[in-house]
């Protein structure tokens, strides 16, 4: 389902700032792997991420979502395969529109745009469905203002939206990293059932090893901006916090010093 090949991208070359972000990673998702991507900071998870959403060019390589190579393509054209939710529960919605208003949006990604936008009684009754999955009484909230959400509920309409259309690959870029534990678990219990349902291929970025370890069918670790660590099945469900970490400084020759994924 995503292929990428060999991508390279530096930051700021020949310059005192010049950052090798990613250097010749290569990976490859089959249709309906759950990947979840840990790493220290610096390590290229988020510019992986970018990179296949089309953020910026890459240096060298290729990336390919169902056959189709996209490398080239702007970031708004591979927005019709691409479902994302960002770290920032601010992103990925229209603050100053209702909450049905999102939605309807949200049913129309990968359509030509026209002057009509409105929403029929059969899509209100279907958006009205959608939301009482949640469980956060967003479904008698359809007229507020999607700014007026809580940072959980906000985040919890930007999973729905950008699953709507159950889209080739979604990427989750630490998506409940802005929350409190107890709303952050609710997201995540959320996003395995929106994921597991849909069967949706999905690359989701976290900080938190325990989290790398319940969710999804396979696990990679990047460093310095290459995969050193890849499992999958019957070993992923079987390793500890430890063994990842037996596995990471047998693969880097380095020690995990992030706080953040050693507290995790």
């Not at 953020?55 to 927005?79: L, M, S």
């Not at 890849?230 to 037996?246: A, C, N, R």
């Amino acid at each position: 389902m995503l292929r990428i090949e060999n991508i390279s991208k530096t930051f700021f070359p020949g310059t005192i700032n010049e950052k090798r972000a990613l250097q010749h990673l290569s990976l490859h998702l089959k249709p309906g792997d759950f990947v979840t991507v840990i790493g220290g900071n610096g390590a290229g998870k988020s510019t992986m991420l970018n990179a296949v959403a089309g953020v910026f060019p890459i240096d060298g390589g290729k990336i390919i979502i169902d056959g189709e190579d996209i490398t080239n393509q702007a970031e708004h054209k591979r927005a019709k395969h691409i479902g994302r939710v960002f770290q920032d529960p601010m992103l990925g919605t229209a603050g100053g529109m209702m909450i049905e208003e999102n939605l309807a949006i949200a049913s129309r990604r990968g359509k030509t745009p026209g002057l009509g936008w409105s929403f029929s009684n059969e899509q209100h009754d279907h958006f009205v469905e959608l939301l009482k999955e949640l469980d956060l009484g967003l479904e008698n909230r359809m007229t507020a203002k999607v700014g007026l959400l809580s940072g959980g509920q906000r985040q919890a309409l930007t999973l729905l939206m950008a699953t709507l259309k159950r889209p080739k690959l979604l990427l989750l870029d630490e998506h409940t990293a802005a929350l409190d534990p107890k709303t952050a678990e609710k997201v995540l219990t959320l996003t395995d059932k929106i994921v597991s349902r849909d069967n949706l291929t999905t690359l989701m970025i976290t900080h938190n090893m325990r989290d790398a370890l319940r969710f999804g069918n396979r696990l990679i670790m990047l460093h310095n901006g290459r995969v050193i660590i890849d499992v999958e099945g019957e070993e992923k469900k079987h390793l500890q916090i430890p063994d990842l970490l037996t596995m990471f400084e047998k693969a880097s020759g380095d020690a995990m010093t992030s706080d953040r994924m050693l507290l995790g």
